[in-house]
């Protein structure tokens, strides 16, 4: 975990601590169709009110030096100091998902907090795991896994 973005990581660390990932999904995958070696995965709580926390406030890229590239993980969020139990792995590179203080409109990007250290043959089969076309909303349609991946239990490594 990072300590460049210290209020993300100690938000994800509370929730493996306090095992309120325990029996959630990765519930959404992809990659392009023209690139496979981009996309991500999305897991966590999906806002359930047992299991989520209060909102964090927003470490951006821009202020972390971090950035979305192969492996990194990073709170999703709605707008900027709304994330809490919902995070995502980043296959390849995305740099669109960081902050740009130069766009328009929430050019704030996602928190990324940490790195998978090992297991990304793992994040990349989630990705291209079968998806339901009907499910999902916005730019999520068609990317709702149709068998969502367990997570048995989240832990800090040693």
Do not use: C, W
Request: hydrophobic residues 40%.
């Amino acid at each position: 975990m990072s300590s460049r973005a210290p209020i993300t990581a100690a938000n994800f660390l509370r929730y493996v601590d306090e095992k309120r990932l325990d029996g959630t999904v990765f519930y959404r995958g992809f990659t392009f169709a023209e690139r496979s070696d981009i996309g991500l995965i999305q897991g966590g709580t999906q806002h359930d009110p047992k299991r989520t926390l209060k909102g964090i406030a927003h470490e951006p890229t821009s202020k972390t030096g971090l950035t979305h590239d192969d492996g990194a993980i990073s709170m999703a969020r709605g707008a900027p100091g709304s994330a809490d139990g919902d995070f995502f792995i980043i296959i390849g590179e995305m740099k669109g998902l960081d902050a740009d203080p130069k766009a328009s409109g929430d050019n704030q990007g996602f928190a990324v907090f940490g790195h998978v250290t090992s297991g990304m043959d793992v994040v990349r089969a989630i990705a291209t795991a079968p998806k339901n076309p009907a499910a999902g909303v916005g730019a999520m349609k068609g990317q709702m896994l149709a068998r969502p991946v367990k997570i048995l239990t989240a832990r800090r490594g040693g």
